[in-house]
């Protein structure tokens, strides 16, 4: 099954500073998700992009997508230590079932 | 209002016997999902209710993977027979209209299987 590719794999950085994510995909799609996960359990949904949005903003959250090259970026702006988490791509192509990548592993150190 | 449960939280089993797991939506909410987070794996699609529709099991690893919703709210997660790689946490989600696409996918917090 097609699955998005997060890169980079772990990510340490402090507090106060950005922190950019990237997502590879395979195929079309109808969409990209973020998700947050926290300790290893459940997942907090952080913003969707709909295959014809380029950039969308949520706070201190920016997504791009560039639906050419197949990628998508989370960039957490102004990073805090509450922030420290495994953050997901997800691509749908079929009306509901979410296709993950591994993710990415994120440290906020204060 | 409550958010989507699992129980249990933990489940320790010994190789060969039978688990459920169990999940209850968000009330209100008509599709329901099913995925597997394994170490090293990410999470994988395992099965999706809809409705009164007939579910979408093709993500289910193996026959001894089955699931069912009664009444169109909970659902259980039964593993036969289970096997050491069935080890992982497994999560359910739900949506609120008919899972088209584009809709957020709440997910409860997990159960964390661990076979022996």
């Known amino acids: 099954s097609q699955q998005g590719e997060e890169d980079p794999q772990a990510l340490s950085i402090q507090e106060g500073e950005n922190a950019t994510m990237n997502c590879s995909y395979k195929?079309?799609?109808?969409?990209l998700q973020w998700y947050r996960q926290n300790s290893g359990r459940g997942l907090v949904h952080l913003i969707l992009i709909r295959s014809n949005e380029r950039e969308k903003h949520s706070g201190r959250l920016r997504v791009t997508l560039d639906t050419s090259k197949k990628s998508s970026s989370l960039l957490i702006t102004a990073s805090r230590a509450a922030d420290t988490a495994s953050y997901f791509c997800?691509?749908?192509?079929?009306?509901?079932?979410?296709?993950f990548g591994k993710g990415t592993s994120l440290l906020v150190t204060p | 209002g409550a958010g989507v449960s699992q129980s249990p939280s933990n489940k320790v089993t010994e190789k060969g016997k039978d688990v459920e797991l169990r999940c209850d939506p968000i009330s209100g909410h008509t599709a329901l999902y099913w995925y597997r987070q394994s170490l090293g794996q990410g999470l994988e699609f395992l099965i999706y209710?809809?409705?009164?529709?007939?579910?979408?099991k093709s993500g289910l690893p193996s026959d001894r993977f089955s699931a069912e919703r009664t009444g169109g709210s909970v659902s259980t997660l039964t593993i036969q027979r289970t096997q050491q790689e069935d080890s992982a946490v497994y999560l359910c989600?739900?949506?609120?209209?008919?899972?088209?696409?584009?809709?957020?996918?709440?997910f409860g917090p997990g159960t964390r299987l661990l076979v022996l």
């Open positions: 997800a691509t749908e192509n079929s009306g509901y079932a979410l296709n």
């Open positions: 989600a739900s949506s609120l209209l008919t899972g088209q696409s584009g809709e957020t996918q709440y």
């Open positions: 195929t079309s799609i109808n969409n």
């Open positions: 209710f809809q409705g009164n529709s007939a579910p979408d």
